[in-house]
């Protein structure tokens, strides 16, 4: 009798699954006048379709009551247990990376105190900068077929290694290797520098400066005058029309008149007071608590300029993901341009990982080669000392190559992941945009006519689009 009632069944039910198994549908697809099951016949229809968890007696008596309810609609009959997803990793530090003095305290009547500006983190050898957080583990699920639904376990973090660091033997450590100080570098690489100190400014007496470390200097850079420093370049007072390069960040207490002259080069952000007349560009962020004016700006990353003046006029912005400033332009329709969504540096990177890629590929074919070769050796015995070392020392060189190959992959696919996608290039005006402003996102540009207030700008279905900034 089950036997026929189940090819009865099964000419007038589907039963449909969710992607994961973890729900389960049923749908008349034959509505024939007076069509009555049991809720016998209906469970043993369930469990034939492999259906043997979760099952919701309530929604089987709803569809027996009303059948033709569900013609052609599905009707959820059982549910499992969705897998909870594990959380990722992270990296712990020690000791604050970012020095969170944003410049110099401002007394009341508007002077500076410059004494307290630069109280370092200084490091001693062997002591610890961070230390890695493992993932936790997710939850698997339950299908309702009674199988288990795999969880999405978290993702483990991955110290990015500098200069001057080493890891412990588990690799869940990092140290300094010397004394100095801790500077993120290009990409989130993690290095300790060594520091160089000028009391002065960096004119005639001191002469221009290359240092494999992290300079501070404790007065005015002047025109003319060029810093080069692998760590980070702190510069207590203002920067003229002079050339400062930085793996790691740089950071001015007063500001930079450039005079169209010299440029600011950081690998990670610039921080600045103010910017006039300035060329510069950081590999992240550029931050100003004042006013950027005339100045041409590229960040790989954000322009922010949101202090109490906050104010962006004339010149070139360009920033990879967005820009936010309290007012753009000027009541005079000054030209200002504001750009995001530009990505140049990412488009190049792109290229030289493939490159690298290839050349990987190439040496692990050739490494493949000649393991395979020295196998076949091995399984004949004729493998004397050298060649055994040989075959160990390319078995690591392997390795090596494999993790490459990996690494360069993820970054590959985070950079096309962002190259794609468009909805974090934004503009916000949180104060006021003068006509004479021109906000380009992509390859779509909008001319602002007339003052508009409080606003957000951002691409949109082949235009660009505004709502109200919140």
Do not use: W
């Not at 890891?167 to 990409?187: F, M, S």
């Not at 055994?388 to 590959?412: N, Y």
Request: aromatic fraction near 6%.
């Amino acid at each position: 009798m089950g036997e026929h009632v189940d090819l009865d069944l099964k000419q007038y039910l589907s039963i449909t699954f969710s992607e994961d198994k973890s729900a389960a549908f049923l749908k008349l697809i034959k509505d024939e006048e007076g069509f009555t099951c049991s809720i016998e016949q209906l469970q043993n229809f369930l469990s034939v379709n492999g259906i043997n968890y979760g099952i919701q007696l309530d929604a089987l008596n709803r569809f027996i009551a009303n059948p033709a309810g569900s013609a052609f609609q599905p009707t959820q009959i059982a549910e499992g247990v969705a897998p909870v997803k594990g959380e990722d990793g992270f990296i712990r530090y020690a000791i604050p990376l970012d020095q969170e003095q944003h410049g110099p305290n401002e007394n009341e009547d508007g002077s500076v105190d410059y004494k307290d500006v630069v109280r370092l983190n200084n490091l001693q050898r062997g002591q610890i900068i961070a230390e890695l957080v493992p993932p936790v583990p997710g939850k698997a699920g339950v299908a309702v077929t009674g199988e288990e639904i795999p969880f999405k376990p978290g993702k483990e973090a991955r110290f990015k290694i500098g200069k001057n660091v080493v890891l412990n033997p588990e690799q869940t450590a990092l140290y300094a290797a010397i004394d100095g100080l801790v500077t993120r570098t290009d990409k989130g690489k993690i290095n300790v520098f060594p520091i160089y100190e000028i009391n002065g400014d960096v004119d005639y007496n001191t002469g221009n400066i290359n240092f494999v470390g992290t300079v501070i200097v404790r007065g005015n850079v002047l025109t003319g005058f060029r810093i080069t420093a692998a760590g980070d370049i702190r510069v207590i007072g203002g920067v003229e029309g002079a050339e400062l390069e930085a793996g790691g960040s740089i950071e001015i207490t007063s500001g930079i008149i450039g005079y169209n002259k010299g440029h600011i080069k950081a690998g990670h952000n610039v921080k600045s007071g103010f910017i006039q007349d300035g060329n510069v560009y950081a590999g992240e962020d550029v931050l100003v608590t004042q006013s950027i004016m005339h100045s041409n700006i590229r960040a790989g990353r954000d322009v922010i300029c949101s202090g109490s003046k906050g104010l962006i006029v004339g010149g070139n912005i360009q920033a990879g993901e967005k820009v936010i400033a309290r007012i753009i332009g000027n009541p005079m329709s000054t030209t200002t341009t504001v750009e995001v969504g530009v990505l140049p540096e990412l488009r190049n990177e792109l290229a030289e990982l493939r490159n690298h890629f290839k050349e990987n590929l190439a040496s692990l074919d050739k490494t493949d080669k000649a393991l395979t070769l020295l196998d076949q050796l091995a399984s004949v015995g004729k493998l004397n000392m050298e060649k055994m070392q040989m075959r160990a020392k390319l078995g690591l060189t392997k390795k090596q190559h494999l993790r490459e190959q990996a690494e360069i992959k993820e970054r590959m696919l985070e950079i096309e992941k962002s190259l794609e996608d468009t909805s974090k290039a934004k503009v916000h005006v949180l104060k006021m945009i003068y006509g004479g402003s021109k906000i380009v996102i992509g390859r779509y540009t909008k001319f602002i006519k007339d003052p508009i207030s409080r606003m957000t700008f951002y691409y949109s279905e082949g235009d660009i689009s505004m709502s109200a900034y919140v």
